[in-house]
T-cell receptor
């Protein structure tokens, strides 16, 4: 168990540029989640995948955001035409479906700064 | 929609003493899970303790225990024998459970409480 890995740890970009983040979940976990956390706040749910299927998207996920999980393994989160309001930490988590509820394992996040 | 409220932005405690962090939540669901997560400066969210709403017994994990009051929709975290390594941001979180107790990992978090343990 190597944990949930996120890359890059930090990303600085200029407004209007596109950025892509990667998340590698724990290998046997079939569910993967993306959350966004702004400074001084708790994380907010963005979207989740069960295997390769994206099953729910938050209203926070505007049309400029797209997430994929090809083959049910790693996931990418792309933000097009970044805005200063996109500056936040983007957290990925994975879990295994078990009876009695999910236990989420979080990565260390990607900190995005849009200048 | 569920809401989670943590009314203490910051708390401090002396090493070896006990501290309690407060959390209230609002939901119309009857079956759910509640969590406390710790986020140290390394930023990784670490699960501290978990409570199933259908269980009356309060969860405990070593020095960490909860006081779950379902009728009052209250879920506080008690940390005993506080250690310097407990210094972190603590988040209370809610997860809805589908019928039969299965669920997926959509968590609703509170705003967090910064806990500082002083030597």
């Amino acid at each position: 168990d190597t944990g949930v890995s996120q890359n890059p740890r930090h990303k600085i970009t200029k407004r209007g540029q596109n950025v892509t983040f990667r998340c590698d979940p724990i290998s046997e976990h079939n569910r993967l989640y993306w959350y966004r956390q702004t400074l001084g706040q708790g994380p907010e749910f963005l979207t989740y995948f069960q295997n390769e299927a994206q099953l729910e998207k938050s209203r926070l996920l505007s049309d400029r955001f797209s997430a994929e999980r090809p083959k049910g393994s790693f996931s990418t989160l792309e933000i097009q035409r970044t805005e200063q309001g996109d500056s936040a930490m983007y957290l990925c988590a994975s879990s295994l479906t078990v009876l009695g509820g999910e236990k989420l394992f979080f990565g260390s996040g990607t900190q995005l700064s849009v200048l | 929609a569920q809401t989670v409220t943590q009314s203490q932005p910051e708390m401090s405690v002396q090493e070896a003493e006990t501290v309690t962090l407060s959390c209230t939540y609002d939901t119309s669901e009857s079956n759910y899970y509640l969590f406390w997560y710790k986020q140290p400066p390394s930023r990784q969210m670490i699960l501290v303790i978990r409570q199933e709403a259908y269980k009356q017994q309060n969860a405990t994990e070593n020095r960490f225990s909860v006081n779950f009051q379902k009728a009052a929709k209250s879920f506080s975290l008690k940390i005993s024998d506080s250690q310097l390594g407990d210094t972190a941001m603590y988040f209370c979180a809610f997860m809805n459970a589908n019928a039969g107790g299965t669920s997926y990992g959509k968590l609703t978090f509170g705003q967090g409480t910064i806990l500082t343990v002083h030597p």
